[in-house]
């Protein structure tokens, strides 16, 4: 996956890191707390990223997929297209023998 693909989601991703450290700028007394919320934050970034990318390749699965069920529909098709020409073919053939029969 190209980074343009998903771009957007980094800056938007950046953006909320940045609004959750100016969010917990007056805790920086705490240290742990605001430690945790940026970590926190990173780690919901990076979860929206990776299922991004998750739902992309699922996407691109999906549609090989239906591209393969495509193709074999038409192989399938084609096939029953020529089975059927050669049982009429076939039956002509018996009905042509019969009426020869009947005829003579």
């Given at each position: 996956?190209?980074?343009?693909?998903i771009f957007i989601d980094i800056?938007?991703?950046?953006?909320?890191?940045?609004s959750t450290l100016v969010l917990i700028l007056r805790f920086w007394q705490d240290l742990t707390i605001a430690i945790a919320a940026t970590l926190?934050?990173?780690?919901l970034g990076g979860l929206f990223l990776s299922m991004q990318v998750k739902?992309?390749?699922?996407e691109r699965s999906?549609?090989?997929?239906?591209?393969?069920l495509r193709t074999n529909l038409e192989?399938?098709?084609k096939r029953m297209a020529q089975k059927h020409d050669?049982?009429?073919t076939h039956l002509?053939?018996?009905?042509?023998?019969?009426s020869k029969r009947v005829y003579r």
């Amino acid at each position: 996956m190209e980074i343009r693909e998903i771009f957007i989601d980094i800056v938007l991703t950046v953006v909320m890191i940045v609004s959750t450290l100016v969010l917990i700028l007056r805790f920086w007394q705490d240290l742990t707390i605001a430690i945790a919320a940026t970590l926190m934050m990173l780690s919901l970034g990076g979860l929206f990223l990776s299922m991004q990318v998750k739902v992309k390749r699922l996407e691109r699965s999906v549609i090989s997929r239906e591209r393969m069920l495509r193709t074999n529909l038409e192989e399938i098709s084609k096939r029953m297209a020529q089975k059927h020409d050669m049982a009429i073919t076939h039956l002509d053939e018996l009905i042509g023998e019969y009426s020869k029969r009947v005829y003579r």
